[in-house]
């Protein structure tokens, strides 16, 4: 049985990777594709559905950006909440959505570049039923521990992992997250073993309290933690070190080549209009641009991320390489 899982799992990643070539022709030639829309789009409400709870960051992010394209477009952007299997629930009820240009997913990166490779099956086709619109945030995760843990950088911890093979625990927010599967490409490349601990609440309680060594926790969370001294930071995600903790190395740093961010974005069912899409994502890029705008995103220790559509489709694929060598050298499914 789990021979027929990795070889699905490894099936469906190569036929992900073959899809990501069809997107990006389809993206580079949607206008002659896909039926015009009316001159006078928008002229009703559009509507915005985000696969997460009410206050987690992903509806944070879609109601600031949602106000802003209001303004710019002239009608009401409504959010709907519809959290539920790690964003699969809204990526199929927006896959199902009549493609008339009133209803987007705001979604994690992960929706398309983990969960095809960590599910058996899902409801949609992530290449043929979504499309890239546009991106709203990006941000890295940085290794934490206890204050008083031993280890004070990604280096004394490497080093800590291969003389007591299995000793030191990570936690997770569940199996398959990038809290999850950063670590696994870090014990992979390391040659490391770590104990993994999925948690399915926050396990920054229990990270404070020293019950577990060290978790990959995003950086806008991160921060108020390692500033209010709760929490000491080993190493962080990003291409590059973090503005608000300079002193800290990145994963890189000390594994060449461990480098990747955590993003958010809008999608819409793949036959919507295209100069629907590439309206929307004007307006989306001219908000990551916008000063105000910048500031209340920067002021969450995030980064405003505007790119094209063809830039989106870039970032998906390249992310779910990753991913999706990692599942498969780790064994990991949800299923």
Do not use: C
């Amino acid at each position: 049985m789990q021979m027929t899982k990795r070889a699905f799992v490894l099936n469906a990643a190569i036929a992900r990777i073959a899809g990501f070539t069809a997107v990006l022709l389809a993206l580079t030639n949607a206008a002659h594709a896909q039926t015009a829309v009316p001159s006078d789009w928008p002229n009703k409400p559009i509507k915005i559905i985000v696969g997460f709870p009410p206050g987690t960051a992903p509806d944070v992010f879609a109601r600031i950006y949602s106000d802003y394209v209001s303004k710019k477009l002239g009608v009401p952007v409504l959010i709907d909440n519809k959290p539920g299997a790690s964003g699969n629930l809204s990526s199929d009820l927006v896959a199902k959505s009549p493609a008339d240009g009133y209803t987007f997913l705001y979604s994690l990166s992960t929706a398309f570049t983990i969960n095809p490779y960590i599910y058996a099956k899902l409801p949609f086709d992530p290449d043929k039923d979504l499309v890239p619109v546009a991106t709203t945030m990006r941000q890295g995760l940085v290794m934490i521990t206890n204050p008083k843990y031993p280890a004070n950088n990604m280096k004394e911890l490497v080093a800590a992992a291969k003389a007591k093979p299995g000793a030191i625990s990570h936690a997770s927010y569940g199996a398959g997250s990038p809290s999850h599967l950063i670590v696994e490409w870090l014990k992979d490349e390391a040659k490391i073993e770590m104990l993994h601990v999925p948690y399915r609440t926050n396990p920054t309680i229990d990270l404070v309290g020293g019950q577990v060594d060290t978790l990959m926790e995003p950086v806008s969370t991160a921060y108020p933690l390692i500033a209010g001294g709760r929490a000491k930071a080993l190493g962080y995600s990003g291409v590059a070190r973090h503005p608000s903790l300079p002193n800290v190395p990145t994963l890189a740093e000390t594994v060449p080549g461990l480098s990747v961010m955590s993003w958010h974005g809008i999608w819409a069912p793949a036959a919507t209009p295209a100069n629907v899409l590439n309206r929307f994502n004007a307006v989306m890029v001219e908000a990551s641009k916008d000063a105000d705008m910048q500031k209340r995103i920067k002021d969450l220790n995030v980064e405003p991320l505007g790119v094209s559509r063809l830039e989106m489709t870039a970032m998906v694929k390249r992310d779910a390489d990753i991913f999706s060598r990692i599942v498969k050298a780790r064994n990991i499914t949800v299923d």
